[in-house]
């Protein structure tokens, strides 16, 4: 598996680049900001990009999502819960004193238990909302990229549109019930582990 991260714009958010290395299929999972950096390493790597993830569709997740499909032509996945988020990106941006552009319609609007293959790879969808009523995860590879449902040490905010502290709850409960070597890919901050979550998370202790 091919495994590339980017802390992106001014929100510092991680965009993972993940790919098959046989095959080169990939996808660029919550392409935040610096398509530029995005897409010189899809090229360096001659990565065919088959889908652009969205983990959920906070504004500060999708500022280059424009580039990149245009570049790639890839897939464009949200969750359909989500699909009220996606649709008003630029009035979420301006509370937050920022600008968006609009965005082309989902190509994909995936469930709980969609799979989304990278040639062998296979990457389980689960819907984990709380932090946004779409929120997904993507398991698979011995990964679990979790947007900003699981942080190390902590979980997304639920005082926003859409987030709701006792669905976050559920999510948080189904999430640390996973493998404890799996490796966890946040949407910000350092990577880390179920088997340190389940131990260090505040989170753990509220469920």
Request: charge should be negative; proline fraction near 5%; glycine fraction near 10%.
């Amino acid at each position: 598996m091919i495994l590339q991260k980017y802390v992106v714009g001014p929100l510092e958010n991680n965009c993972f680049i993940i790919a098959d290395e046989i095959s080169k299929e990939a996808f660029v999972v919550d392409p935040a900001d610096e398509p530029d950096r995005i897409l010189d390493f899809i090229g360096e790597n001659q990565l065919k990009v088959k889908y652009i993830v969205c983990t959920h569709a906070h504004f500060d997740h999708v500022g280059a999502l424009v580039d990149i499909k245009e570049a790639t032509a890839a897939l464009v996945v949200l969750h359909k819960d989500e699909l009220f988020l996606y649709r008003n990106v630029n009035k979420q941006a301006a509370m937050w004193g920022f600008s968006a552009e609009s965005l082309p319609e989902p190509d994909m609007l995936v469930s709980e238990g969609d799979v989304l293959e990278l040639g062998a790879i296979r990457f389980e969808i689960f819907h984990a909302p709380g932090h946004s009523p779409g929120g997904i995860c993507l398991y698979g590879g011995g990964i679990l990229v979790t947007g900003d449902t699981l942080f190390a040490g902590s979980v997304g905010r639920t005082d926003l549109p859409g987030g709701d502290v006792e669905l976050l709850k559920k999510s948080f409960r189904r999430l640390i019930a996973l493998p404890e070597e799996v490796r966890v890919l946040p949407g910000h901050g350092p990577e880390t582990t179920i088997r340190k979550e389940k131990i260090d998370n505040f989170f753990a202790h509220e469920v």
